[in-house]
């Protein structure tokens, strides 16, 4: 149980530390930039959602499968989530960017600041749908009870690319360079987690946990 249990926690904390952090660069371009932030990272948290739980969804169908002896169920298992996460995900994400503007006013009255998030949320919207994919390869991995690595992954890509690559594109294209980071935190995580799902987790001797 720690040893699921005791990564993820660690992660959570690191992602939380990492939003503080971000919050405080966007914090430097003033009090606009601040309500987008807010405004856009409650409607990236609802697109989220489904992601997250197709992720979880993968993860118990795969652990079933291990835990029944039928391995070979794993890849289809893990298509199947693909596919929902790319068609539920991308609606999500497509109907985000038609209705962002009356979306985004649902947090913010002021013109400006909503201009501003409109223009932030369809700088990172589409990369929801990358994050989608990564968390169901990850799931699948943890199905066997393979954790610390999927989180070592994603701490990685959060203190080691994210939030360097927020600062760096902050200092060449302002507040809007903050946002990039995300796509490119997302689409490193999907690099790294396909990599270590192809290449040393499909190898490996998969046994049920209990």
């Known amino acids: ?4 249990g005791l990564p993820t926690g660690v992660q959570m904390v690191v992602i939380s530390l990492s939003e503080l952090v971000i ?4 914090n430097r371009h003033g009090s606009q930039a601040t309500a987008a932030y807010g405004a856009v990272t409650q409607i990236v948290n609802y697109v989220q959602f489904p992601a997250l739980s197709i992720a979880i969804t993968a993860s118990i169908l795969g652990a079933q499968a291990i ?3 039928r391995l070979e169920r794993i890849t289809p298992i893990l298509r199947t989530g693909l596919a929902i996460n790319l068609c539920l995900t991308g609606a999500l994400v497509l109907l985000g960017y038609l209705i962002s503007h009356w979306l985004l006013g649902l947090f913010i009255i002021d013109p400006a600041a909503l201009v501003q998030a409109q223009h932030l949320l369809h700088i990172m919207l589409w990369s929801i749908l990358v994050f989608g994919f990564q968390a169901v390869v990850g799931g699948i991995m943890r199905a066997s009870g393979t954790v610390l690595v999927p989180v070592a992954i994603s701490i990685f890509c959060i203190l ?3 939030v360097p690559a927020a600062y760096v594109l902050d200092a060449h294209f302002g507040l809007q360079g903050v946002w990039m980071a995300f796509p490119v935190a997302y689409l ?3 690099v790294l987690q396909v990599c270590y799902f192809k290449l040393v987790w499909r190898h490996k001797e998969i046994q049920r946990l209990i």
Request: charged share 5%; no cysteine; aromatic share 0%.
């Open 160 to 162: 080691g690319v994210q």
């Open 67 to 69: 835990g029944a002896g």
């Open 23 to 26: 919050l405080a660069l966007v």
């Open 188 to 190: 490193t995580m999907l």
């Open 1 to 4: 149980m720690l040893r699921i």
